[in-house]
Every structure is written in C-alpha cells, then in structure tokens.
C-alpha cells in the first residue's frame, strides 16, 4: 500500500514517550520491509526532526531520527513546488486547514493515495475527495 504519512505519525514513531508510539511504531517495522510505501513532501521531514529535537533536547537522537528517515528506501520525500504550494494555498483557503497541513493533505490528493494522520482537524475538514485514516488501520492490515 502507498500512502503519505503526516508528521505527527513519524513523531510518535520515534517518541517512546507519546502516547500514540504504541499505535505508531509498528509502521516503522512495515516501512523498513516495504510493506508500505510512504510518499511525504519534504516538509514533514524538517516537522518531524525539530520536533522531537523539541521533545526530547537530544540532538545526537535528533540526528539519528534525519538520518534514518532519509535513509530509508520505502519513504521518498517530495520537493515542495510553487505549483504544489499554490495548490495547497487553495486546499488551505477552501478547508481552512493551517500552512503545512495543507501541504501535506494536497499531496495525498494530488497523489491519489491515503494520508495517514491523527490529526483531528485534517480528519474533519478534509475527508473527502482525500482517504484519511488513522495508523491503526495500516498496522491491522495483513
């Protein structure tokens, strides 16, 4: 399955701490056999590190986190393009969803594929022509 993934699923991933790590660390273990194919614009990339540099204060697992996620075969990482901007610019005007938000819900829908996120405003405002759906369903699925 092919999907993009928001940051906070990447956050919680490396996060043993939050709450939803549970939920959300199975995924990396489907993500590194390929079982799932992960497309995110570069952004969450830039999200996810300074995030839990934020959480946890440790640059030398900050650093891990950047180097392991760009690393990884089965995460490829989408330039953010004035052309994809300016989609997400209209995506943020229409739903009122915030900057990066937008950016990552108008990859999903330019893709055609499902966004993987917990973010409750995105599962409300923007569930549809976008499959949004939460990381349990990826990692219930056989």
């Not at 934020?54 to 690393?71: A, H, I, K, W, Y």
Request: hydrophobic share 40%; glycine share 2%.
């Amino acid at each position: 399955m092919r999907v993009v993934l928001d940051s906070n699923i990447l956050v919680s991933m490396f996060d043993p701490k939050d709450r939803h790590h549970p939920v959300c660390e199975p995924l990396l273990e489907k993500i590194v056999l390929r079982e799932i194919e992960v497309v995110c614009p570069v952004l969450v990339l830039a999200e996810t590190v300074c995030a839990i540099q934020r959480r946890t204060g440790d640059s030398e697992f900050s650093t891990f986190v950047l180097q392991n996620l760009t690393q990884l075969r089965a995460i490829s990482w989408n330039d953010c393009t004035v052309a994809s901007v300016r989609a997400a610019c209209r995506l943020g005007i229409e739903t009122g969803l915030k900057g990066a938000d937008s950016i990552v819900v108008e990859t999903a829908q330019s893709l055609k594929i499902p966004l993987v996120t917990q973010d409750l405003e995105i599962h409300s405002k923007c569930s549809d022509p976008v499959e949004v759906i939460e990381p349990s369903e990826l990692v219930d699925q056989r």
